[in-house]
């Protein structure tokens, strides 16, 4: 039967797909193949070639194992507080699964994990177009739907998919409190990126610089006189310290760095205890011997953290022929951050368009100093691979960008004619 559970939710998917896109017949077709290229590389992995690098990965068994245990408890129960979080809860949601559909077998949730993938890159699609063109919304979504390593992480037996959904669609909420008004949007925002944080804490940076950044825009506003903007920016700030107070009052989605209480007690001291010996571990572990001793340390590190966590491999650190598809991933990022670079300009012409690059500068300094090798280095990029593609129009590979200076504007313009068919 689980073959036929996993049948059923594939083409539950596409009737979603069918209905979330009954009048946009290009997006439509994005996120269809979006959905054949997840279901093929699942079918690929599950029944073909099991087994190949890249495509199944360790932490699965466990996630497995650990889903079992929490299956025999059965649904009823498992609907009962207290919740998981961190690792657990995606145990705990692979358990009430195998419990629901009363099968073990893995496809029935990389099914599930297929279709928070197809739905990232629809949230996608709808951050960019709030903050860009349709036209940049669609090559963008075009990119999510095809980025190779993307693809996989979104149908493997892992969290990457469940995070990256729920964290885009609370940037999309807020982004669209931002640019629309609608306040209940700013409160969905919360939930949907504290859910994502409880799967993992590196969302947590998002909601951070989030805070941080609508504080700024408060005291900005009573300097500049621009009192109509305070109130706005008090609100939103208040809903976010809620939030963060509610997270570190119960720990929820903070396991990784205390649990309960741990926001008030971690700063860099901690981190310099946490995070800042050498914990490299095997073939593919960079920067032996980096350890960090104190806050100076953590300042000048956290440039080159970041640079090896985003663009590693390197070409010399390749050991196999398997390391040529991390040196390809890397040659993407590569790309995106260069667009991002290009597209300042830009993003400066639009306060959500800042508080997007902040939320990403913000998550890529956690997982930099949280990883050491760039195995595990290109599982969690890809974690943020649909807010890195969002924050800037201007994606070499594929198009160009037209600067609009006779209307003296930086409207982009999108050339490339392929995407718009």
Same mark, same amino acid.
């Given at each position: 039967m689980g073959h036929v559970y996993t049948v059923l939710i594939l083409l539950a998917t596409l009737l979603l797909v069918r209905l979330f896109t009954n009048e946009d017949r290009v997006l439509g077709k994005v996120l269809f193949w979006a959905l054949v290229a997840r279901a093929g590389i699942m079918i690929l992995d599950s029944y073909i070639y099991p087994g190949l690098p890249y495509l199944t990965a360790r932490d699965a068994s466990r996630?497995?194992?650990?889903?079992?245990?929490?299956a025999e408890m059965g649904f009823a129960e498992l609907l009962k507080p207290p919740y998981p979080t961190g690792?657990?809860?995606?145990?705990? +949601?692979?358990?009430? $699964?195998?419990?629901?559909?009363?099968?073990?077998e893995q496809t029935v949730v990389k099914a599930f994990n297929v279709m928070a993938g197809v739905f990232t890159v629809y949230n996608g699609y709808h951050i960019s177009r709030m903050l860009w063109t349709r036209n940049i919304a669609i090559q963008n979504a075009w990119i999510l739907a095809l980025f190779p390593l993307l693809v996989v992480?979104?149908?493997?037996?892992?969290?990457?998919a469940f995070f990256a959904f729920f964290l885009t669609l609370g940037i999309k909420y807020f982004i669209s409190w931002y640019k629309r008004?609608?306040?209940?949007?700013?409160?969905?925002?919360?939930?949907?990126?504290?859910?994502?944080?409880?799967?993992?804490?590196?969302?947590?940076?998002?909601?951070?610089?989030?805070?941080?950044?609508?504080?700024?825009?408060?005291?900005?506003?009573?300097?500049t006189g621009q009192t109509y903007k305070a109130g706005r920016t008090v609100f939103s700030t208040l809903v976010l310290l809620a939030g963060l107070f509610y997270m570190n009052a119960t720990g929820w989605g903070l396991p990784s760095i205390g649990g309960e209480g741990?926001? @008030?007690?971690?700063?860099?001291?901690?981190?310099?205890?946490?995070?800042?010996?050498?914990?490299?571990?095997?073939?593919?572990?960079?920067?032996a011997g980096m350890t960090a001793n104190n806050p100076v340390d953590?300042? +000048? @590190?956290?440039?080159?953290?970041?640079?090896?966590?985003?663009?590693?491999?390197?070409p010399w650190m390749m050991g196999s022929v398997w390391d040529l598809v991390g040196l390809f991933d890397a040659l993407l990022y590569l790309?995106?951050?260069? /667009?991002?670079?290009?597209?300042?300009?830009?993003?400066?012409?639009?306060?959500?368009? $800042?508080?997007?690059?902040?939320?990403?500068?913000?998550?890529?300094?956690?997982?930099? +100093? /949280?990883?050491?090798?760039?195995?595990?280095?290109?599982?969690?990029?890809?974690?943020?691979?649909? $807010?890195? $593609?969002?924050?800037?129009?201007?994606?070499y590979p594929f198009r160009k960008l037209v600067f609009d200076k006779a209307r003296r504007s930086w409207q982009v313009v999108f050339t490339s004619k392929w995407f718009r068919k």
């Amino acid at each position: 039967m689980g073959h036929v559970y996993t049948v059923l939710i594939l083409l539950a998917t596409l009737l979603l797909v069918r209905l979330f896109t009954n009048e946009d017949r290009v997006l439509g077709k994005v996120l269809f193949w979006a959905l054949v290229a997840r279901a093929g590389i699942m079918i690929l992995d599950s029944y073909i070639y099991p087994g190949l690098p890249y495509l199944t990965a360790r932490d699965a068994s466990r996630f497995h194992s650990v889903g079992l245990g929490f299956a025999e408890m059965g649904f009823a129960e498992l609907l009962k507080p207290p919740y998981p979080t961190g690792s657990a809860l995606y145990a705990y +949601w692979v358990g009430m $699964v195998y419990s629901l559909f009363g099968t073990t077998e893995q496809t029935v949730v990389k099914a599930f994990n297929v279709m928070a993938g197809v739905f990232t890159v629809y949230n996608g699609y709808h951050i960019s177009r709030m903050l860009w063109t349709r036209n940049i919304a669609i090559q963008n979504a075009w990119i999510l739907a095809l980025f190779p390593l993307l693809v996989v992480y979104s149908q493997n037996f892992l969290r990457e998919a469940f995070f990256a959904f729920f964290l885009t669609l609370g940037i999309k909420y807020f982004i669209s409190w931002y640019k629309r008004g609608r306040t209940h949007h700013i409160f969905l925002a919360i939930i949907s990126i504290s859910f994502s944080s409880a799967f993992h804490v590196g969302a947590l940076m998002s909601l951070l610089a989030l805070a941080a950044y609508n504080i700024w825009l408060f005291v900005h506003s009573l300097f500049t006189g621009q009192t109509y903007k305070a109130g706005r920016t008090v609100f939103s700030t208040l809903v976010l310290l809620a939030g963060l107070f509610y997270m570190n009052a119960t720990g929820w989605g903070l396991p990784s760095i205390g649990g309960e209480g741990a926001l @008030q007690e971690f700063g860099v001291e901690e981190l310099i205890e946490e995070r800042g010996g050498d914990r490299r571990a095997g073939r593919a572990a960079y920067l032996a011997g980096m350890t960090a001793n104190n806050p100076v340390d953590v300042v +000048w @590190q956290t440039p080159i953290r970041a640079a090896y966590f985003l663009f590693a491999p390197f070409p010399w650190m390749m050991g196999s022929v398997w390391d040529l598809v991390g040196l390809f991933d890397a040659l993407l990022y590569l790309s995106i951050f260069f /667009g991002i670079y290009k597209s300042m300009p830009l993003i400066r012409q639009d306060p959500a368009r $800042v508080i997007l690059l902040l939320m990403l500068i913000g998550m890529v300094i956690t997982f930099a +100093w /949280g990883v050491t090798n760039y195995g595990t280095g290109m599982r969690h990029r890809a974690k943020i691979v649909t $807010v890195a $593609v969002c924050a800037a129009p201007y994606f070499y590979p594929f198009r160009k960008l037209v600067f609009d200076k006779a209307r003296r504007s930086w409207q982009v313009v999108f050339t490339s004619k392929w995407f718009r068919k």
